[in-house]
């Protein structure tokens, strides 16, 4: 930090005081499910409310798979994640492909690519929708799966950082005779961990919570996503506010840990993708 | 014999995003152009004959449809006190974040963060259980202090800000790190500078943190009014746009004409509107920051 050595204590300790304030406020929303998600289900209506649980629980999460079906609502969120990432595949290779070779038409398809950025998601909602029901996708998985393959974005962050690579490393591999597929797989993709990295959990994320798209698409059940079946599970229990809260905790949690494993590439993706 | 090659793979390298991309997004845009000039219903889905082109008609009806009106009004009223309680929260907290690198500060920009990672049912299901009127969180710890129950989410006025609490909540994350990175960005020398000059804390940050986040900043905007202006997943979960249309957003309006009301041609005419107004507030933006630099 610019000015570290000049600072005076009072004034650490009152942004460190801030910081934690503002946390903790933050924080509510998160504290009060996981607390609520292990009381029995007349201790969470219980005015005044107990901020620990007078009789912790798990009875709440064990029900979430023996009255609901989670475990259905979970294997398909998986199938999702592992699609997305098959997605993300796609997005590196464009990306590499932009930014690594000169064919005709390259800045017009790229400009293409960004365009679609820019239109608001209510406007192709209803087209995909009408395109899946003509290719006769709707309420199977592969119309679920599809339209989030490519994103557009992270195309962009791709390229972005594959122009970094020098062009030198590439033509000293094809000297040796490697192939191009070989050269991207073998040789491209290690040195681009990093940007691998932001985009595999930002990738995760977004399969793990996908929502809209699930519930627009499936009528069966069986193809239900956790998000789905949270929202089915809202309506049905409308007043079991601390299995509701068990729920949203088996949804959230997995996401927290996963990220704070994985948070300095999120600050680092984007210093590296030069929005400054 | 390479450069055979080379004329070959790139597409090989583009094809599968870039069809995709066709299909789920550069296709979809003209069949909604197409759509929003016709009649398009359940009963089209099924029988193409029974579609006709209605020319302007669509476009016409939205703007004499009351509820169109009051998503537009609200969508406003989203964006006007939204947008700058994001930018003021993500800049303020970023700020304090930069003060050190220690794990105090590792831990608290994860905190930060976490909201809007978190799934928007889930958030949905949390803030439902805070805001409810009997039980809630919020209504208990404001009855400490002797306040009534609020109706957070019954009464429209209260509804829309309750919303943008929750959303304010949400999108602080995303902004927090862009602005982080852009502050991490500034050569430390900036400082040593103005501090050799004997400027204070306030004059640093004023003339010099601020200007040199310009980019960033401009950048936020963008992106969170655009965000912003298709307003949706919040009053989707939480209201479904009611009490009495009192939250519902023009993308919220365009979604129940199109999935619930299946009148996809009047909902795709709906969504070509929103567009020509994030198109309109965006170049504006732009000719806005082109003045400002050029002073």
Redesign the interface.
């Known amino acids: ?4 050595t ?1 600072r005076s204590k009072p004034e ?1 300790a009152l ?2 005081f ?3 304030a ?2 903790v406020l ?5 504290l ?2 996981i607390s ?1 998600s292990f009381k029995p289900e007349n201790e ?2 219980a ?3 107990t901020i620990i649980p007078d009789n912790p629980t798990i009875e709440n999460y064990i029900k979430l798979f023996t009255s609901m079906n989670f475990a259905v609502y979970l294997r398909n969120t998986i199938i999702i994640v592992l699609f997305s990432f098959l ?1 993300l595949l ?2 590196a ?2 990306g ?3 930014a690594k ?3 005709k038409g ?1 800045e017009k ?1 790229f400009y ?2 960004l365009a ?1 950025m ?14 899946l ?1 003509a290719m006769g996708l709707t309420n199977t998985m592969a119309g679920i799966i ?2 989030g ?2 994103v ?1 974005f992270s ?1 962009f962050l791709f390229r972005q950082f594959m122009a970094t690579i020098p062009d030198d490393l590439l033509e000293a591999a ?1 000297l040796d005779g490697a192939g ?1 597929f070989y050269i ?1 797989f073998r040789l491209i993709t290690p040195i681009a961990k990093p940007i691998f990295a932001v985009q595999g959990i930002l990738t995760f ?1 977004a399969g ?2 996908s ?2 798209w699930p519930l ?1 698409i499936a009528n069966d059940e069986s193809l239900y996503t ?3 079946g ?2 089915l599970l ?1 309506g049905q229990y409308a007043n079991n ?1 601390a299995l ?2 068990a ?2 905790a088996f ?2 949690i997995p ?2 840990i996963i ?2 494993f994985f ?2 590439y ?2 680092e993706g ?2 590296m993708s030069g ?2 | 014999m390479k450069q055979l090659l080379n004329n070959r793979h790139p597409y090989m390298f583009i094809a599968p995003a870039v069809i995709l991309l066709t299909l789920f997004s550069l296709i979809p845009i003209l069949v909604a152009l197409v759509i929003s000039f016709t009649d398009m219903n359940l009963k089209g889905l099924a029988d193409w004959s029974a579609v006709s082109f209605i020319g302007l008609e669509n476009y016409k009806d939205l703007f004499s449809d009351a509820t169109f009106i009051k998503s537009i009004f609200n969508t406003f009223f989203y964006v006007i006190i939204g947008v700058p309680l994001v930018i003021i929260c993500s800049l303020s907290i970023a700020l304090l974040l930069n003060y050190g690198t220690s794990w105090i500060f590792n831990t608290f920009r994860a905190v930060y963060y976490m909201p809007s990672i978190t799934n928007i049912i889930a958030v949905a299901v949390i803030w439902g259980y805070l805001y409810n009127t009997e039980y809630g969180l919020f209504n208990y710890l404001l009855s400490l202090i002797s306040v009534d129950n609020i109706p957070w989410l019954q009464e429209p006025t209260i509804a829309k800000i309750s919303l943008i609490i929750l959303a304010v909540w949400k999108g602080i994350g995303i902004n927090m790190i862009i602005f982080l990175a852009a502050l991490q960005g500034i050569p430390k020398s900036y400082y040593e500078a103005a501090e050799m000059d004997g400027a204070s804390r306030l004059q640093v940050l004023f003339h010099i943190t601020l200007p040199l986040l310009r980019y960033a900043t401009f950048f936020v905007t963008v992106t969170t009014l655009i965000g912003w202006m298709q307003f949706f997943e919040e009053p989707f979960v939480m209201t479904d746009g009611g009490p009495l249309d009192g939250t519902i957003s023009i993308a919220l309006f365009i979604y129940q004409e199109g999935f619930q009301y299946s009148e996809f041609g009047y909902a795709a005419a709906g969504s070509f509107i929103l567009f020509a107004m994030i198109i309109i507030v965006t170049v504006f933006q732009f000719k806005v920051q082109k003045k400002d630099t050029e002073l």
Not at chain 1, 1 to 4: F, K, R, S, V
């Open positions: 930090m610019a000015t570290a000049k650490k942004v460190i801030l910081l934690i503002g946390g933050v924080s509510i929303p998160f009060w499910m609520s969470v209506l005015i005044p409310p997605g796609f997005n290779m464009a590499y492909g932009f070779y000169h064919f390259r398809i293409l690519v679609t820019m239109i608001p998601g209510q406007v192709t909602m209803i087209p995909v929708y009408l395109i029901n599809l339209p393959l490519a557009a195309i094809r191009e991207f994320i793990w919570n929502f809209l627009i956790l998000s789905v949270l929202s809202q506010f509701q809260m729920g949203a949804m959230v996401i927290i990220f704070s948070q300095k999120i600050v984007f210093t929005i400054k």
